[in-house]
């Protein structure tokens, strides 16, 4: 069965710096972008960062360029978001998802929560002094 499982939440104050980690049982993840998401309470969820199933492209949302850097183990199983530089606005439950690609796109990623076809159950992420 597929399945990813986040960690690496918590409490940090602002400015402090988290790594999560996204890790899959069931599959590899050769063949697959992951994207990093969060929600925060009444808002919707929104893309952070994805990185390409060859890992040659990354995009991140405005808000987190600069501070958040997505990367993929040569595991072939786990993925991470490194988070600096924390704001409290980045408060919110953080998911990591998986979409399977083609040969033909393998070199791409987007951050619709739509394309993607695995979901973690999320880690809380929480700033404040």
């Known amino acids: 069965q597929f399945q990813l499982v986040e960690s690496g939440g918590g409490l940090v104050q602002p400015g402090g710096s988290l790594r999560l980690s996204c890790a899959a049982s069931?599959?590899?993840?050769?063949?697959?972008?992951i994207g990093w998401f969060r929600q925060a309470p009444g808002k919707e969820r929104e893309g952070v960062s994805c990185?390409?199933?060859?890992?040659?492209?990354?995009n991140y949302a405005d808000s987190v360029k600069g501070r958040f850097t997505i990367s993929r183990d040569s595991d072939r199983i786990t993925a991470y978001l490194q988070m600096n530089s924390l704001k409290p606005e980045d408060t919110a439950v953080y998911y990591c998802?998986?979409?399977?690609?083609?040969?033909?796109?393998?070199?791409?990623?987007?951050?619709?929560?739509?394309?993607?076809?695995?979901w973690g159950q999320g880690t809380q992420v929480t700033v404040s002094s």
């Open positions: 998802a998986a979409e399977y690609q083609s040969p033909a796109v393998q070199g791409m990623c987007n951050m619709a929560p739509y394309e993607y076809d695995h």
């Open positions: 069931g599959f590899t993840l050769d063949y697959y972008a």
């Open positions: 990185v390409s199933s060859t890992g040659s492209s990354t």
